[in-house]
């Protein structure tokens, strides 16, 4: 049998990535973000961590700094999120965080010309602004911590992956993240208890982990074997259109037509700028 196009496995990833979002935010009624973060990142450590068994024997002071910095960086970047999945649409929240790798992309670039990508999405960043009574000021707060955690993601992913063989940073980073959100869970054990001791809220929450970090970690790890670094980068974003129409299908958000030319703006940008950068070409499992 051949095997799938990578080109079909990025995309599965996409969706995947986004359905999770969508079970989770199906779930805000019942539980808090904060829970449903906590649950996702649980299940994304404890089978990045069997699978890749990190080695930790010998590992420098420098090497756990980067990790722990990563580690807070992924936790806090799904933590600001999933806050804003509750107050904003999916597909607009996902396109405001696209902001954050898209400039890091230009930046990176260092070309002038490539500006115009930048003022693309400043202007359906605008676009969005237009319609005010959709938006909660709070939600895209949020939304753009969320893209610069993502920015942040990227390059200390980058300086992990120079320090950690294979999956062990991720792992590693993974855990931390489930770690240092485990206080804030603690601050209202009540709630905690009643969302942990109910089946239902458990099962969806490992659910979530995996469509959201391990099912598309592993359709990406295995098409970046034999994709290109920028297609790849493209593929990605389509990011924000994905979860607008993961957000009508599965939440029954629809977006005005403003709201889609603001979202097609940021997806167009998002390409233009990486096809001069591949910065933004990293995969985000988690």
Not at 244 to 272: D, H, K, R
Request: proline share 5%; hydrophobic share 55%.
């Amino acid at each position: 049998m051949r095997p799938p196009s990578p080109v079909v496995l990025v995309l599965i990833g996409i969706v995947s990535v986004q359905a999770g979002a969508g079970v989770a935010k199906s779930l805000f009624d019942e539980v808090s973000p904060t829970v449903i973060v906590w649950l996702r990142l649980v299940t994304s450590a404890a089978v990045l961590a069997a699978y890749a068994r990190p080695h930790l024997r010998r590992r420098t002071a420098s090497d756990w700094v980067v990790v722990l910095g990563f580690g807070a960086s992924l936790g806090l970047m799904n933590l600001a999120i999933y806050q804003s999945f509750a107050r904003i649409p999916l597909g607009i929240a996902v396109t405001i965080e696209f902001i954050g790798p898209l400039t890091l992309a230009v930046v990176g670039s260092r070309r002038a010309r490539d500006l115009v990508w930048v003022g693309l999405a400043g202007l359906g960043v605008a676009l969005l602004g237009l319609e005010r009574s959709d938006l909660d000021l709070v939600g895209v707060l949020w939304a753009l911590l969320a893209g610069a955690m993502w920015a942040s993601y990227i390059l200390l992913s980058g300086a992990t992956g120079r320090r950690w063989e294979g999956l062990d940073g991720l792992a590693m980073a993974s855990v931390v993240a489930a770690a240092l959100l485990t206080p804030l869970l603690a601050l209202n054990g009540t709630a905690l208890a009643q969302s942990l001791g109910s089946p239902h809220v458990l099962l969806l929450g490992a659910a979530v982990g995996l469509l959201s970090s391990v099912v598309p970690y592993s359709c990406e790890l295995v098409a970046l074997r034999r994709l290109r670094a920028a297609t790849f980068g493209i593929l990605m974003s389509l990011e924000p259109a994905a979860a607008a129409l993961v957000g009508i299908v599965v939440l029954s958000e629809f977006l005005s037509p403003v709201q889609w030319v603001a979202v097609v703006c940021v997806v167009v940008a998002s390409i233009g700028a990486t096809r001069q950068s591949g910065t933004i070409a990293e995969p985000v499992p988690a």
